[in-house]
């Protein structure tokens, strides 16, 4: 069976293993969702007459047992467990979407759109070159059980009742706020407990204090990428690491400079991110496979193309 035959012949025995006392009246429908990078979830909603909390058990997870023989039996026994548990748990309160309310919540996100061809179907964004778009999330806190995000999608925009241009202004600016760019050498990022942020210097970084690598970010460190295509952030990194640097995207929760110097091959770097997106990097969190280059004199982000552009840039003269 596929995804989609199994989540039938789960629907169909679900009830069987259900309490008595919600088994009659709940409503099951099954469900595909498209999260980021096009990552299709399917689960079961459970709904009550009369309740607005429809929980939905992902069943991904089970499938890919059942692929390797557990027993349909025991996997409707977890799905019936889990709805169990779900209607145990603490439900958050209602969300106020009135434009007001969330503004100052607004936060960036930053995608690749190939990546992402589904998911913004239904998804206002703003194209910020190179094949890549920034979407909107309402951010709402960590007082509401973790990281709690809704994303914006046409439907919340309408709830919002403000245009597209409207919504991400405030978003930049609210993002900026609460979540201010940060750029960290990259030894002091993975060591030390104190991260420095050299977008708060006055004057370039010498040459000999100078890394290798540098680390930018938000101050969460949640979602960091997008930082990049802040207001003048580009040229400030620039300014402090005194030349043009490569741009990796390492998640959508940060990105790695490389300054400009002799010996750097472009094909080395796009290999070293199409590695990481496939052996460390979680799907959900790979931003792009590409590599960009950031031109300190002409103030310009472009893609690196490796098979068009083999050479080295400082050592060309480029």
Not at 140 to 160: C, K
Not at 282 to 306: F, M
């Amino acid at each position: 069976m596929d995804v989609r035959e199994f989540i039938s012949e789960i629907k169909g025995m679900i009830r069987d293993y259900l309490p008595d006392d919600i088994y009659k009246d709940v409503i099951i429908d099954d469900v595909e969702i498209v999260k980021m990078n096009d990552q299709k979830l399917h689960g079961l909603t459970f709904r009550m007459p009369g309740s607005d909390v429809a929980p939905t058990i992902y069943v991904d997870d089970l499938y890919q047992e059942y692929t390797e023989g557990t027993r349909l039996g025991y996997l409707a026994v977890e799905v019936a467990n889990r709805y169990t548990e779900s209607r145990n748990a603490p439900v958050p309160p209602a969300v106020d979407l009135s434009f007001d309310n969330v503004k100052d919540r607004l936060t960036v996100r930053l995608i690749e759109k190939s990546r992402n061809r589904d998911f913004l179907r239904n998804m206002p964004h703003v194209s910020v070159g190179n094949g890549l778009a920034v979407i909107c999330d309402i951010n709402m806190g960590e007082d509401r059980g973790g990281d709690w995000r809704i994303a914006v999608n046409n439907s919340v925009l309408e709830q919002l009742g403000v245009d597209s241009e409207t919504l991400f202004a405030e978003a930049m600016r609210s993002s900026m706020a609460a979540e201010p760019p940060m750029l960290i050498d990259m030894t002091s990022a993975l060591f030390s407990p104190e991260k420095v942020n050299l977008l708060d210097r006055s004057e370039p970084i010498s040459p000999e204090d100078k890394g290798s690598m540098f680390v930018l970010t938000n101050a969460s460190g949640s979602l960091g990428a997008s930082v990049l295509f802040y207001p003048e952030v580009k040229e400030k990194a620039a300014e402090i690491i005194g030349t043009g640097y490569y741009v990796l995207p390492s998640s959508v929760h940060e990105v790695i400079l490389v300054p400009e110097a002799p010996g750097i091959q472009e094909q080395d770097l796009c290999e070293m991110v199409k590695q990481a997106n496939r052996t460390v990097v979680e799907s959900k969190d790979i931003l792009s496979d590409n590599v960009y280059h950031y031109s300190r004199e002409d103030r310009r982000l472009d893609k690196v193309d490796p098979e068009k552009d083999r050479g080295d840039r400082v050592a060309e003269g480029r």
